[in-house]
């Protein structure tokens, strides 16, 4: 499982059933039970035969693991051969060189000729148990993506919407600037500012909501912190751009007024 030795030694094949009971422990454990000692050497138990607990010595500490979901906390882990603690159901997970979904066949094979009563089920690679583990998380993260994406484009449209009529309001306003001598870009520079600070005061008001609710969001988020400043300046930027985008046309309309019409314009 490629799960990083921090100390001591792995498993091996002579640690059977004849041999010395042994454990490995995870980091998180050991920083629990022996925050100020060497827990290699110490003791631990995790079942009892005839009564009386089976004490193993700890032989290694690994780097702790999530377990159920990338999504929950690193909990404390003991490890033990499995030649000294056999179980009834096991899960076997098996490094391949090669492609591991073409191995299905070859393992059941391989099993039914050790035990030809011994069920084998569920053979998929790893990264389909991985998938599957973050599935409903996933289908979470494109609904929003998808809300979010729609929200988007309706805040494209209502920039365009907007500053369409302001410029239709101010036709013979920018009429008469240009018939004073007014060039292009100064036209386009007043109707792109307008729309730039309409929408810097729209990103200052979204950022400040945000960060109110960014709690309530932290359930959805794997890896990535309720107040990431990466994330606010991403979309802060992202948003200003699509507003950039939907003020050029508009004020390119408003750079092409003709005077003339602009002053009979009722």
Known sequence: MKIR????????????????A???VSEGLAQTYWPDENAIGKRVSIESREGQPV???VVGIVADVKQDSLTQPMHPHIFVPFMQFPRPEVVLAIRTKGSPGALGGSLQDTV??????QPV???????????????NRR????????FAGVALALAAVGIYGVNAYVVSQRTREIGIRVALGAQSFTILGLVIRHGIG??????LIGLGGALALARLMSTFLFQVAPFDPVTFTTVAILLTAVSFAACCVPARRAAKIDPMEALRYE
């Open 121 to 135: 089920s569920a053979i998929r690679p790893l990264e389909h148990w991985i998938f599957d583990s973050i599935s």
């Open 22 to 24: 042994i454990a490995i």
């Open 112 to 117: 039914r000729e050790i035990d030809k009563d």
């Open 198 to 203: 309409l929408t810097m005061a729209g990103v």
């Open 55 to 57: 004490w193993r010595e």
């Open 5 to 20: 030795l921090l100390q001591g030694r792995n498993f091996t094949w002579a640690d059977d059933e004849n041999a010395p």
């Open 139 to 146: 289908f979470q993260m494109l609904l929003l993506a998808a």
